[in-house]
């Protein structure tokens, strides 16, 4: 199975993209976490993307907040997929990392989730393996199945306590 890259431009974005760690851990998917900045440390980040492919990966995430352009400079270097969080930060709310992440020019596709949306950024990564791994696209029928029968629970307990 290819492993999923997981990329933060910095640690200090950890306790969002954990939710992606999980959520791949969960689904038995193999990754890899690592923090490259497309800013500060631009020859790493290329390097990785450029070789991404070759080193077994079949997406990446790439999390980012303010100026939020590691997952285009990801794209810009590989022709895997990548799928972009961009991170809520203090001073405009994340709304400056969706922006700078959903922007991408014609023939550079980034996929966006929400801010924050690291479980969604993995799940979609895991719909990506998930088209040629019959396993991992059962696992993802089951998961919905749960999500849905949960609901349907709560909608239950609610309707029994305040349905009269």
Not at 25 to 44: I, M, W
Not at 62 to 88: C, E, F, Q, R, S
């Amino acid at each position: 199975m290819k492993k999923i890259a997981i990329l933060m431009g910095s640690d200090s974005d950890f306790p969002v993209v954990e939710k992606a760690l999980t959520t791949l851990d969960k689904f038995g998917v193999p990754f890899e976490v690592h923090v490259y900045s497309a800013h500060r440390t631009p020859e790493e980040a290329r390097a990785f993307a450029v070789n991404a492919r070759e080193n077994g990966f079949g997406a990446i995430i790439a999390a980012a907040g303010k100026a939020a352009h590691l997952a285009g400079a990801m794209a810009a270097n590989t022709t895997l997929p990548v799928i972009g969080i961009p991170i809520k930060s203090s001073t405009l709310d994340g709304l400056d990392a969706l922006l700078s992440t959903v922007q991408m020019p014609g023939g550079m596709p980034v996929a966006t989730v929400a801010i924050d949306g690291a479980e969604n950024a993995a799940l979609l990564a895991i719909q990506i393996l998930a088209v040629t791994d019959e396993e991992l696209a059962e696992k993802l029928r089951f998961a919905r199945l749960e999500n849905a029968k949960n609901v349907l629970e709560k909608d239950r307990m609610l309707a029994e306590k305040y349905n009269k």
